[in-house]
Structure formats: structure tokens, C-alpha cells
């Protein structure tokens, strides 16, 4: 089997007894070539502008020689992947910090508290941007480097690609038993039967099959390229779509009582951020009401207290005349309406709470939101009646009530102000009273949980200490001097806090995601491989099969394959029945097939 | 309601008793596979360093046609398929396994595999009681979340031995880990039964948990042959270098997969689950999507996911890039994993974040 070699008709002319070793490495390397579109790493440059002509011409085609030169050895340094290696490694890096130091963007108090725990540190960190980490320019600029470099590769391996699909598969390496599968025969079928065969087997197989010389050369799995296309740019259309939603976010905040409503306008909000390129024009007309609120909690063992169930049951209308619909909004399930979802994020009590003046007449009956405190909704708030009300002198003045109200209350006598259980079931409102000026009116916005008593004057009982009062349901407070009064109704409504969020892009990025997740598959379970089959014709005059393969990836499946078509193949030309090398019994001699001095695969 | 209770509570004590029965018979797996080990050593072989050192190739990579001989005349059967390692690539054979060709050795170790099916099976009856007792899926906190990685680890590695993977050899490594993890789960950080506060109702939680679990499972398989090719590797160095390495080295490097196995194996394993894992992350952040109106807001927990993604990538990259195959991958990878743990103890007991429902005070 020796004779081989000798009918190969891919001789080199370069081929001498001396560099047989190296000719073969080139030839093996020129059969794995274009298997995938993955960038060759260039060498350094000297300098670009060459020699420089006398004269000022001369000076300025040599520096422009020179920029350009420069510039498309950095666009090349950057689009290469070991610089590619280098960013990712440096978002990696650069992520962390954003972990361990609080972050502006998230919790802005632990922020404070560290500056002003850290008085070295604390401005150190400031001006690296450390404390809004993925919004500064330095981590900004890694990832920004890093998709122009995702860009700039992924333009010439789409060409490259669409290259390789219009051209055919290299032609056999001359020594394929030196390719990581190998099986050989010999058979009486002719050599261009044997061909015909293995060409029928291959596209059987879906490979990409052609004739070229005295063998056949194919090719498969193309679509592990194009995944790894796909991934990448999936990844830039995440980026992309992660930006837009950037750019045009809306998220505001609305405190809604049980029985209230919302329309979705500016006006309406507590509070209200937006992207840069955010229009008010953005929001997507719509309406809602809170019906309901429920709160179920842990009402034993060593959970107790903890949260088990928050609903809000909703009424909402599409559009400005819409049809009402009913839903329900929990924790994990906002309300979509279009872009704009509506989700829960917190809430509390709303005590009803009347207050009359000193003839007997309402000047103020409504349910007063309290801010909660802690974990079993020690809550606190303001009353305040701005207008309306007339004092005993019948001069106009406003009222204001500093309120602190738990849902469950200890019991008389038992320490202080603090709730004991979550859930409404002995609330107490405390109220201490004062008069005058609430400061409201002056067009500055106002803390509707806190009094501003700039202008107050605190109300004194008759025994000259501070008037304050903790009232059960239905109890009242009387105000001195004719100043009427204030009653705890027996209703306690709830709220909810609602966070109404618009992104737009999201489907994007979610596409872009999936898009990802499929590109990866199919670039990492396909294997791009190839196969050759050689048919000659030997010494003796038998035919001489055989067939190789080389992939991608060193792949498991290779060697099973190259069998299984070799199985095809073989069915169409057997074995030459007389072959002494078809002798079950005798060893094979591999001396004479891979001669010692090429015996380079044990290094 | 109190008798739902009653059940709960029996449940949840069922549970903690199979736990502890497991992690019984996991000692017993542990001792039968140091066992392996030692019985092993007896076999004293040198494959590596006369496959190193040998001049000509293997006679079993000249290629012939396998013949079937039946009946006095000879069939033919298909071509015989010769493999090699690509140009460059070390020919080193495998290891037998830790039994070493040994026959008690390998007594042994199949008493250990025994074993660890048997404690795998109790372990997981534990994790499904426990998932009873609080009628949701077992991963509330990170008692349960240790219980249910520690059972899908060893079920991974029962499912690559199923699948006639020579994995046989991380046996000892894996159960010395998972007693540990047990050990931590049981003392500090056991959390009694309970409920999931509101926010963590999700069936994405269901899917980005599990997934995450799995996930982490399997690229625990592939640190742990990575950290072996890294020391087969050295081995071989030294002998193809004319070294000698010491006698301990030489019984269980000589036992282990060929460098070359290990890292195509770990290759395989880190590739094969990088897909789910990026799967896990968007799922994550479909979760946070639904749970705090954004998908991605750079919490700790979400940052160090996304580390630990990208430094996976790099890995990846790094072995489609020719420089960087072998050793240097092998370090990304190893630092990878290492950014997973982190994500999993560190960012939980130290960081905290919105994510901080360890349950651990
Ligand atoms: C956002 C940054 C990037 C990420 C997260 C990323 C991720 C990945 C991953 C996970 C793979 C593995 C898939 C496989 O092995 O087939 C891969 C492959 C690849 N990447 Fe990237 N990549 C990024 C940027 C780039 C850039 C900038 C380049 C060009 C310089 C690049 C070129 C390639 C090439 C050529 C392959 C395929 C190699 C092969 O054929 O096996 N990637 N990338």
C-alpha cells in the first residue's frame, strides 16, 4: 500500500525529500482553510508613509500615508479577536466594582451614607464614576469599543461567509491519512465508479460534493457559521434595542386610594423620570381605578408577619373612551396596556378621617394616605385642611394634624406607637394639632406626609402640655377654644402604590435574546466538517480507496460518520476479495504506511 | 388549615431526616471510592511515558478493512475508521479510571457508583419532600437551593456515567464536595420550612431557577476536568520534558483521562451548557421584567450573572482562537466558575441586593 503516494497527482513542486514534514503541514493547513470565517491575527506594522519625497507635496501624501496607515492598523488591531478577548475580559472586570460599591442609580442612600463614611475615599470613588458604575464613561467606553469591534468583524466574516457558500470545497490534501479520520480499501471497481459512488453518498448525506482531480471533495454544516453570525448579531441588536429603551423610558410612580383613579397623563403623576429623547406625547392613553386591595399575611410561627399575598384589583379602559375591563395586578404581574405596564410596588393605609369646625360643619372628610415605615406598616402622615374652614372668630385659617397610624395596635397601656402585625386589626391613629399657615399656597412643591410648621401654631390642652390623642375607630378629638374637631372614622382604606413604566425596545431585545440563544445552538452543536475520497488506481492495478475527514471542531461524531459513508461507498465497491491486506489474521505493518521520518504526530 | 399544617410540618421533618440518610450513605460512597482508589494504586502502569517516548506510531492506527470471518468464508464488513489527534496534539492514551485495572479496585467503585445511586435517590426524595411540606418547587432560600444543586450534580454525573462517559474518576471529587455543601446546608444554612414571600410567585422563577441550578451542575462537571486536565497536563509536560514525576503523581495521573480527553471532555461539557446558561439569564430577566418593572437594573446578583456569562464567552472565544487554546482556557474556565460560586455564595451572604432572599440572618 506503500504505492499510495506515488499515483498522487497533487505534486508540489516545492516538494523536496527535506521539507516533506513542513509541505504537509501546509497542505493540511490549506485543507482546513475557510472552515470558518474567524479573523487571522496580523503582524505589527514599522511605519506607513515610506520613503518621503523632498518638498511639502512630499510631507503631506507621507503623512497622509502615514494617518491612514495607522488608522487601518488600529481599525484592524480593534476588529481582531484577541483584542475582542481583551474587552470582554475588561466588561467583565469592569463590572464588578458596579457589585460591591453602592450604586446611585439603586440605592442613592447607601450611596450618601458611604461619602459620608469615607471621607478619602468618598471622593476618590466619585470622581471615577464608582458609585453609577454602568453609566460611566470608562465602563461606557469598554462596551462601546467592544461592539464597534463586534461590528467591524462580524461586516467581513458575513462576506467571507457568503464567499465560501459561492465557492466549492478545497480540492483532497495530498496525505489524508494524516487527517484526524481515515479509512482505506482496495477494490476491483474503476476509479470513476468509485467516485460516482462516494459523490452519491455524499449528496445523499447533504453534503456539498464535487470532483476534483482524482477525488472527491465535500463539505456540511455551513449553518454553524451562519449561527455564529446570527449570535453576533443578535448581540448588537440587543445593545441596540437596550439603548432605545434607554433613550425613550418613561417611569413614574402614583399613590392610588381604594376607589380612586388614573389617567395615564403627566399630571397625574407622583413622580416622573424619562430618557433623554422621552416626549410627553409618549404615553399611551389610558385609564384605571382601584377597586381593591388585598393584603393577606403570616399569621403564626416564625414567619409571622411576613407577606404571603398582594393584589389590586383593577377597573381600566384602553384609550381615551375605551370599554372597562377587570384585572387583577400582583407583585409579578404588572397590567400591559400597549408599551405601558402597570406594576404594584407597594402600599399601606388610608384612614377616614373627619374634621369639623366650630359650629359642627364639615370642612374636611376624606381617606389621608400614611407612609409606611417598617415591616408591620407603622405609618405616618399629615391632615391638613387648606380651605374651608373658619376659626371661632370666623377668621380664615388652615389646619394641620401630624399623624402616626398603626393597623395593629398593642393594646392601652402597652408601649409605644409601633405596629405588631401588618394587617389592619386594631388600628389607632395618633394626632397632635395645630393652626395657621401650612405653607401650601405658596406654589413650592409640598411633602403631602409631612407639616411644614413654619407658620403653625400647635394646639395646647387645657393643661398646657401638647394636645395629642390616640384614637380608636369612631373616636374624636376636640380642639380648645372653640376650634371644632377631629374623628377617626370607623373606615380604613387601603393603597397601592403603582410604578407605571414605559420601555420601548423591550420586544427587541427579547428577540434579539432568542435570536442569540438559537444563533449559539447552532453555533456550537453543528459541526462544519469535511470529507474527502481519493480513488487510484495502484501499482498492482487495483483500486486504491480513501477517505478522510477533518472538522471544525474535534469532533466525537467525525470518525463515526467518515464510517458510515465509507459503509456507503464500500457497498458499491467491495473489498478486492483476493487482497492480502483483507487477511484478518495479519497485523497490519504500519511502517509502510506512514514512514518513520513523518511520524510527526507523536511530538 | 391546622391539619395542612400537621402535614407540613411531618413533611418537612421527613424531609430533614432523608437529608441526613443521604448524606449517610454518601459517606459510605466515599469511603468505597477512596477505596477504588487505593486498590487501585497496586496497578502500577506507564502508558503516558511510553507513549511519549515511543518512536514509531501505534501499530493500531495503520489502517486495515475489518473483517468478519462466519462460516469459513469471509464477510466483509465496513472500513475500519482510523483515528488521530490533530497535528500537534499529544497521542497519550486514557487512564483506566481510578481502579487502575485492578479487580477489586474496580469492585469497589462499582460498589461506590451503587452507593452513590442509592444516595442520590434518598437525597432526592429528600429534596421532593421538602418541596411538599412548602407546596412549591424547592429553591425559596439557600438551604433548599444547596439540597437541590448537590442532587443535580450527582445526578449529572449519574447521567454522564449512564451515558458511558469516562467520568467514573470524578466520583470521589464530587461527593467529597457534596458532603460539604450538605454539611454547610444542614448547620449554617438551614432555613425551616416556609412559604415565598409575594415577589417570588413566578413560573420564570420556577424556569430561571431550575435552569440556573442545572446549569451550575454541569459546569461544576466541566471546573472539575478542567482542574484535572491542568494537572494531567503538567504531568505530561514534565515526562515529554525528560522529567520524573514523584510516585504519588505517577499512580493517579496515570489513572486519569490523557490531558487531551479531559479538555476536549471540559470543552464539551462548558460549551454544551452555555446556551442554557445564556437561556437562564434572559429568563432571569424576564422575571425581573415582571417582578420590578425593568429587565436588567445591574443588580449584584444580575451583574455577577452577567460577569460570569461574559467570562465564559471569553472562554469560548479564547478556544476558537488558536493562541489560546489549552492551558490559558483552561484558566478562564476555572476563573469562570469560580465567578459562579461567587454569584451564588458570596453575592448572597456578603453583597445582598434585591435578590437577597437567603433566608440566612
Ligand atoms: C459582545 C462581545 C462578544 C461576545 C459576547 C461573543 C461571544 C462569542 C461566543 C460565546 C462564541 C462561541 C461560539 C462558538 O464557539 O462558535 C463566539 C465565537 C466567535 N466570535 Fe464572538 N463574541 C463577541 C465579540 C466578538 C468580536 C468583537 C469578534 C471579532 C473580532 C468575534 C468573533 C468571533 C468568532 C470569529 C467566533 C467563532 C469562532 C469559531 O468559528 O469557532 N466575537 N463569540
Known amino acids: 500500500m506503500s504505492d499510495t503516494r506515488s499515483t498522487d497527482v497533487h505534486s508540489e513542486t516545492t516538494d523536496t525529500p527535506a521539507d516533506t514534514g513542513t509541505s504537509t503541514d501546509k497542505d493540511l493547513t490549506e485543507a482546513g482553510s475557510r472552515l470558518s470565517t474567524a479573523p487571522v491575527e496580523t503582524a505589527m506594522p514599522g511605519s506607513f508613509g515610506g520613503s518621503r519625497a523632498p518638498g511639502a507635496l512630499g510631507w503631506i501624501s507621507w503623512t497622509a500615508r502615514e494617518v491612514i496607515g495607522w488608522a487601518r492598523w488600529f481599525w484592524r488591531q480593534l476588529t481582531s479577536m484577541r483584542v475582542a478577548l481583551l474587552l470582554l475580559f475588561l466588561l467583565s472586570l469592569g463590572a464588578i466594582p458596579g457589585s460591591l460599591i453602592p450604586q446611585s442609580g439603586t440605592n442613592a442612600m447607601a450611596v450618601q451614607a458611604f461619602k459620608d463614611a469615607h471621607d478619602v475615599r468618598g471622593p476618590l470613588y466619585d470622581r471615577l464614576g464608582l458609585f453609577h458604575v454602568y453609566s460611566s464613561v470608562w465602563f461606557s467606553s469598554i462596551y462601546i469599543l467592544l461592539f464597534v469591534s463586534l461590528i467591524g468583524c462580524i461586516v467581513p466574516r458575513a462576506w467571507q461567509f457568503v464567499g465560501q457558500l459561492r465557492s466549492r470545497p478545497p480540492g483532497a490534501p495530498r496525505r489524508l491519512e494524516r487527517l484526524p479520520a481515515y479509512a482505506t480499501w482496495r477494490t476491483d471497481a474503476a476509479p470513476e465508479e468509485v467516485r460516482a459512488a462516494a459523490l452519491k453518498a455524499l449528496r445523499q448525506r447533504r453534503f456539498r460534493a464535487h470532483v476534483t482531480g482524482d477525488a472527491v471533495a465535500a463539505e456540511k454544516g455551513y449553518l454553524r457559521e451562519a449561527g455564529n453570525l446570527l449570535f453576533h448579531v443578535a448581540l448588537v441588536v440587543m445593545l441596540v434595542a437596550f439603548a432605545w429603551g434607554q433613550l425613550y423610558k ?40 382601584l377597586r381593591d386591595f388585598t393584603g393577606t399575611y403570616e399569621r403564626t410561627g416564625p414567619n409571622k408577619g411576613t407577606p404571603r399575598t398582594f393584589k389590586a384589583d383593577l377597573t381600566y379602559s384602553e384609550g381615551a373612551y375605551g370599554k372597562e375591563k377587570k384585572t387583577t395586578v400582583r407583585v409579578n404581574q404588572p397590567l400591559h396596556v400597549g408599551d405601558s405596564k402597570v406594576y404594584l410596588v407597594n402600599h399601606g393605609y388610608a384612614p377616614v378621617v373627619t374634621v369639623r369646625d366650630g359650629k359642627g360643619k364639615v370642612v374636611f372628610h376624606d381617606a389621608v394616605p400614611m407612609l409606611p415605615l417598617d415591616a408591620n406598616v407603622t405609618s405616618q402622615g399629615a391632615i391638613q385642611v387648606r380651605d374651608g374652614y373658619r376659626n371661632a372668630k370666623g377668621e380664615k385659617e388652615q389646619l394641620g394634624f401630624g399623624a402616626i397610624f ?198 | 388549615m391546622t391539619l395542612a399544617l400537621a402535614t407540613n410540618e411531618h413533611l418537612a421533618n421527613l424531609s430533614n431526616t432523608l437529608i441526613y440518610s443521604s448524606m449517610a450513605v454518601y459517606t459510605l460512597a466515599f469511603f468505597a471510592y477512596i477505596a477504588e482508589w487505593i486498590f487501585g494504586s497496586r496497578s502500577k502502569v506507564a502508558r503516558t511515558a511510553s507513549a511519549l517516548t515511543a518512536e514509531a506510531p501505534r501499530a493500531a492506527e495503520a489502517p486495515a478493512v475489518a473483517v468478519k470471518q462466519a462460516g469459513g468464508t469471509a464477510v466483509l464488513e465496513r472500513p475500519k475508521v482510523v483515528t488521530r489527534a490533530a497535528a500537534g496534539a499529544r497521542d497519550v492514551p486514557d487512564g483506566p479510571g481510578a481502579h487502575g485495572g485492578d479487580e477489586q479496585g474496580d469492585l469497589y467503585g462499582r ?120 494537572f494531567k497536563d503538567s504531568y ?106 461567587f454569584n451564588y455564595y458570596g453575592v448572597n451572604l456578603f453583597v445582598g441586593g434585591m435578590h437577597s432572599y437567603a433566608g440566612v440572618k
Open chain 1, 406 to 603: 398603626v393597623p395593629t395596635f398593642a393594646g392601652a397601656g402597652q408601649g409605644s406607637m409601633f405596629s405588631q402585625f401588618p394587617a389592619a386589626d386594631n388600628p389607632v391613629l395618633a394626632v397632635n394639632a395645630y393652626h395657621g399657615d401650612l405653607g401650601v399656597n405658596a406654589g413650592v412643591p409640598s411633602n403631602v406626609y409631612q407639616l411644614n410648621t413654619k407658620n403653625l401654631k400647635q394646639f395646647k390642652g387645657a393643661d398646657g402640655k401638647i394636645l395629642k390623642a390616640r384614637l380608636a375607630p369612631g373616636q374624636t378629638m376636640k380642639l380648645p377654644g372653640g376650634y371644632g374637631s377631629i374623628t377617626f372614622e370607623k373606615q380604613v382604606k387601603e393603597w397601592a402604590g403603582f410604578q407605571i413604566v414605559q420601555q420601548p425596545g423591550s420586544g427587541w431585545a427579547l428577540g434579539g435574546a432568542l435570536a442569540a440563544i438559537l444563533g449559539l445552538a447552532g453555533s456550537l452543536f453543528i459541526p462544519r466538517r469535511r470529507v474527502w475520497v481519493r480513488a487510484t488506481t495502484g501499482a498492482d492495478g487495483a483500486t486504491v480507496v480513501e477517505m478522510a475527514g477533518l472538522g471544525r471542531s474535534e469532533s466525537a461524531k467525525l470518525p463515526e460518520e467518515l464510517g458510515d459513508l465509507a459503509a456507503l461507498v464500500h457497498d458499491q465497491a467491495p473489498t478486492k476479495t483476493a487482497d492480502p491486506d483483507a487477511d484478518p489474521d495479519r497485523e497490519p505493518d504500519a511502517a509502510s504506511h506512514v514512514p518513520a521520518a513523518e511520524g510527526v504526530q507523536t511530538k
Open chain 2, 111 to 230: 460498589i461506590a457508583v451503587s452507593l452513590t445511586v442509592l444516595s442520590f435517590l434518598v437525597e432526592l426524595a429528600g429534596v421532593i419532600a421538602r418541596a411538599a411540606s412548602v407546596q412549591r418547587a424547592p429553591w425559596g432560600n439557600m438551604y433548599e437551593f444547596s439540597i437541590t444543586f448537590s442532587t443535580v450534580a450527582v445526578g449529572v454525573y449519574l447521567a454522564l456515567l449512564a451515558l458511558k462517559k469516562n467520568v467514573r474518576w470524578i466520583g470521589l471529587f464530587l461527593i467529597t464536595t457534596v458532603l460539604l455543601d450538605l454539611g454547610l446546608a444542614v448547620t449554617v444554612l438551614y432555613t425551616a420550612s416556609d412559604q415565598l414571600v409575594p415577589a417570588l410567585h413566578s413560573y420564570w422563577l420556577i424556569i430561571h431557577v431550575s435552569t440556573a441550578i442545572f446549569c451550575g451542575a454541569v459546569l461544576y462537571v466541566g471546573a472539575v476536568a478542567t482542574l484535572a486536565y491542568l
Open chain 1, 250 to 289: 418613561s417611569e413614574g410612580n402614583k399613590l392610588i386610594i381604594e376607589g380612586d383613579g388614573f389617567a395615564n397623563t403627566l399630571t397625574q403623576y407622583d413622580d416622573f423620570k424619562s430618557g433623554n429623547l422621552f416626549t410627553a406625547d409618549d404615553l399611551v392613553p389610558y385609564s384605571f381605578t
Open chain 2, 236 to 341: 505530561e509536560n514534565k515526562l515529554a520534558g525528560g522529567g520524573k514525576p514523584g510516585r504519588f503523581a505517577t499512580s493517579v495521573m496515570e489513572r486519569l483521562p490523557s490531558s487531551a480527553s479531559l479538555d476536549k471532555f471540559a470543552y464539551r461539557v462548558n460549551a454544551a451548557v452555555f446556551p442554557l446558561w445564556t437561556f437562564t439569564i434572559i429568563a432571569g430577566a424576564i422575571w425581573a421584567g415582571d417582578a420590578w418593572g425593568r429587565y436588567w437594573g445591574w443588580d449584584p446578583k444580575e451583574t455577577w450573572a452577567f460577569i460570569t456569562w461574559v467570562a465564559y464567552a471569553c472562554y469560548l472565544h479564547a478556544r476558537s482562537t488558536a493562541g489560546w487554546k489549552g492551558r490559558k482556557a483552561a484558566y478562564i474556565a476555572l476563573v469562570a466558575f469560580a465567578c459562579y460560586l
